[in-house]
């Protein structure tokens, strides 16, 4: 590859990744606890059970729901913008979004099993995650987000240090 065209796509490249790196890998986490805490609901682990019952195109129509059901969220963000209140229509998609990947990310792990009986279901999932860890992949080998994570890993050590040596005095 050019070097001049590999530092280009460093440069525009690294920021987004390491965003939706972080996202992945710890926001998911997060929501995977949170929901994993709202599924010990009694309605809640019914619900699931329910899904885990269902048919193939079902479990595609029930994995699809959480877009539509977000959708009054999205017109709610749509009006704050249309009356200048950006702050609640960021925090309205802000919020949708949070709430969708949460709902998804649980769905996907309940539906899963169901939905890869469907040949065109499988070959996505597996196009899907061999694209993503290839992209992964490409991102980590960049020397730019080696020295950015290099870098996160000295301060996240700085402030272990900083922190355990106030509370041993």
Not at 83 to 90: D, G, I, K, Q, V
Not at 113 to 124: D, E, G, Q, R, V
């Amino acid at each position: 590859m050019n070097p001049r065209l590999k530092r280009a796509l460093e440069i525009a490249i690294v920021p987004f990744a390491a965003a939706v790196v972080f996202v992945e890998q710890v926001l998911i986490r997060y929501l995977n606890m949170m929901m994993t805490a709202v599924a010990r609901w009694p309605l809640i682990a019914r619900f699931e059970g329910w899904l885990v019952t269902l048919p193939p195109w079902a479990a595609v129509l029930a994995f699809a729901m959480p877009s539509i059901i977000i959708l009054p969220v999205k017109v709610s963000a749509l009006w704050f913008a249309a009356h200048h209140r950006f702050a609640l229509a960021t925090g309205a998609v802000v919020l949708g979004k949070i709430l969708a990947t949460a709902i998804l990310a649980r769905l996907y792990r309940i539906l899963r099993p169901t939905m890869m009986t469907l040949p065109w279901f499988a070959w996505a999932d597996t196009r899907f995650f061999h694209w993503r860890d290839w992209a992964y992949a490409f991102v980590r080998s960049l020397p730019a987000w080696q020295r950015a994570k290099a870098l996160i890993e000295r301060t996240r050590l700085w402030l272990a240090e900083l922190v355990s040596g106030l509370f041993a005095r």
